[in-house]
């Protein structure tokens, strides 16, 4: 397309320009799409950095999926670009990176962007620094951040913007189009040279579409796009009128036009469509009315989408829905919501659960959520109660777990009861079971946990907290994050937590036998203490001069102190009395020791395969392994001992080494 072209077919009014077809799935929005275009291809004058918002509901993402069409390569074979205005049409360029926000952390997203780009970086601020140094610019495309964390009483969205997008937008290398709440804006915008950064509004008269909005609400209607067969769809004169009308009455609002016609297709007895103020302005109508007409009470329709309104995740589980709706309203087993298809489908749909696996494949689970989450923060948002009606939710939760038994809880319970509590303000309470600590996702539960000021968590919980990072980064089984959960507990003093793990039912690989908080020892050595009826095996560690029955070796260098290995205590004994493997023994041990910054590792001599993995939190100074199977392990935390009972899955490496990506 030569720039001429471009030029003009430019407008300034919004409208299509005469001659040029409307976007095939957008049906309008013209001077965005312009804007955007502009955006895509650097022209002078444009913003390297967009702040797309609007009102919830006002087809932000709509929009946004409506562009990226445009801008893939592969996806713009199948649009009519010729039919376009040309001004709209981004130039025919590489696809841009997209990571989607939808349930990540904000370090999570900021390290999808890093893999997508091929960085090296290790840490977090890396990356920003790589980007700036690149030669040629990077585009990236955040989609609506308001479905960012794993938690959504964590707050993420906000912190997405702090630590992930206003760090972007600040690199003069990268061109940023975020989707963003109304009042995150401003915050990504601000301290932005003038010219390098625009806030497109989609409810300001500028970019307002009432075109578009009226082309949306006839093409929902029409039956050659899926609308069902009934007069007023199917007489072409009555439905441009009915979408005129809903148009009209939604004010700008996309979602108000989209769960109007689903409530008129889905129940159309007693719609009125030539009656208008019978049609909803407002999200909030389009649910009242709509049980209304159904000859229901509105609150007991907003009860009964109460539960999906605060669901976590990707959506309530199907047979949860029930006793859960029980639950808002305070009442015994009630009508079950599939009996009430009629008064709750317009506003509910279902999907597959995603495999556990995280292979991109459906379980089989049925779930069920609201169509658009501006619906559920409607519903949220006119509880009179949230906090009880959040407590509430999670009794019932709780209750659903058999015997208390995490392992066989459903994963929706499991995984996601810890956000209920957080918005109940009850979360402190939970943090004291050390199989949910094993059995619950570390990300979802890390973030929750996260959310409570420090002075509020337990120490069982303060234990959890330190350790998530360790859980998250290796992506361990249940069986290792109780593993590593137990040598935490032992290191925090809080023995019968750590004990309570052994007794999951789960093949831990090792048992911690004791904890020294030693800070400073740099070397650890097993041996034994030769005399008396049997040799005792012990520890030798290097210490710092001036520690308390330390003692150096002759002619050496350096202060020891000697430990029992089964215990810990303290040995009287001179260093040079224990007994340590020669060279050529540990040559010929069936396993031998290495550690990094952050990990241990025993390999199989024989194989070189890694047999067991550790993972520490803070860095390791020295390692050792006796010959009955007790591995030592220096941080700089202290001293601890585990006595190894079975071979552990392998950390992958760059999981042990690399940042903290959750």
Do not use: N
């Amino acid at each position: 397309m030569g720039d001429g072209k471009v030029i003009g077919a430019a407008r300034t009014d919004g409208a299509t320009a005469p001659g040029y077809a409307p976007h095939p799935y957008i049906g309008g929005r013209t001077a965005v799409l312009r804007a955007l275009s502009a955006w895509r291809m650097s022209w002078p004058g444009a913003p390297r950095v967009i702040a797309l918002t609007g009102a919830p509901g006002s087809g932000r993402g709509r929009l946004l999926t409506g562009f990226l069409m445009l801008c893939d390569p592969e996806f713009r074979t199948r649009l009519p670009l010729d039919d376009l205005d040309p001004a709209t049409v981004p130039p025919d360029l590489p696809a841009p990176a997209v990571p989607r926000p939808d349930g990540l952390t904000a370090a999570q997203l900021l390290w999808a962007v890093a893999d997508h780009f091929g960085l090296a970086a290790t840490r977090a601020a890396d990356i920003f620094t790589e980007l700036g140094a690149r030669e040629e610019p990077v585009t990236v495309v955040v989609p609506d951040i308001t479905a960012a964390g794993p938690v959504r009483a964590a707050g993420e969205p906000a912190r997405l913007v702090r630590e992930v997008l206003a760090p972007l937008a600040a690199v003069p290398t990268v061109q940023l189009l975020a989707v963003v709440p109304r009042e995150a804006a401003a915050e990504l915008t601000a301290g932005l040279p003038q010219g390098q950064a625009q806030i497109i509004d989609l409810d300001a008269p500028e970019w307002a579409d009432p075109e578009g909005l009226v082309r949306h609400a006839a093409a929902a209607l029409d039956p050659a796009r899926g609308a069902a067969t009934l007069p007023f769809t199917t007489d072409a004169r009555r439905r441009e009128a009915l979408a005129g009308a809903l148009a009209s009455r939604a004010d700008g609002s996309h979602l108000t036009v989209e769960l109007a016609v689903r409530s008129a297709l889905l129940a159309p007895d007693g719609f009125d469509p030539d009656d208008p103020e019978r049609l909803p302005a407002t999200v909030g109508q389009a649910v009242d009315l709509h049980a209304r007409r159904l000859g229901e009470d509105p609150q007991t329709l907003r009860q009964l989408l109460a539960p999906l309104a605060l669901a976590e995740g990707d959506g309530l589980p199907l047979p949860l829905w029930g006793p859960l709706a029980d639950a808002v309203a305070e009442r015994g087993a009630g009508r079950a919501p599939a009996e009430d298809a009629p008064l709750t489908a317009p506003f509910v749909t279902r999907v597959d659960a995603p495999s556990a696996a995280g292979d991109g494949r459906a379980d089989g689970r049925p779930l069920v959520r609201l169509v658009h989450p501006a619906l559920a923060a409607e519903i949220r948002g006119q509880l009179p109660d949230l906090r009880g009606t959040q407590t509430r939710i999670a009794m019932k939760l709780l209750e659903a777990v058999p015997g208390q038994d995490w392992s066989r809880a459903d994963p929706y319970v499991r995984d996601h009861l810890a956000g209920h509590t957080l918005d109940a303000g009850l979360l402190p309470q939970l943090l004291t079971d050390p199989g949910l600590f094993t059995h619950a996702d570390p990300v979802v539960l890390r973030a929750a946990v996260e959310a409570v000021p420090l002075q509020e968590l337990g120490a069982p919980a303060r234990t959890y907290l330190r350790t998530a990072p360790l859980l998250t980064r290796s992506g361990a089984t249940p069986a290792l994050r109780a593993a590593f959960l137990e040598t935490a507990f032992v290191e925090d003093g809080l023995l019968p937590y750590a004990q309570a793990l052994h007794g999951l039912g789960l093949a831990l690989p090792w048992h911690t036998l004791w904890s020294l908080p030693a800070a400073g020892v740099t070397t650890v050595a097993a041996g034994v203490l030769p005399g008396g009826p049997m040799p005792v095996p012990v520890m030798v560690g290097r210490v710092p001069d001036g520690t308390p029955g330390a003692r150096s070796l002759p002619g050496g260098e350096g202060v020891y102190t000697v430990h029992a290995l089964a215990d810990g205590t303290p040995v009287d004994a001179a260093p040079e009395q224990v007994v340590h493997p020669s060279e050529e023994e540990r040559a010929a041990a069936p396993f031998s020791v290495g550690h990094g910054d952050g990990y241990v590792r025993i390999r199989d001599r024989r194989t070189q395969e890694v047999v067991v993995s550790v993972l520490t939190d803070a860095p390791v100074l020295g390692a050792d392994l006796s010959a009955d199977g007790v591995l030592l392990i220096a941080t700089e935390r202290g001293v601890t001992a585990r006595r190894l009972t079975a071979a552990a899955p392998a950390v992958p490496a760059d999981g042990a080494v690399s940042g903290d990506r959750s």
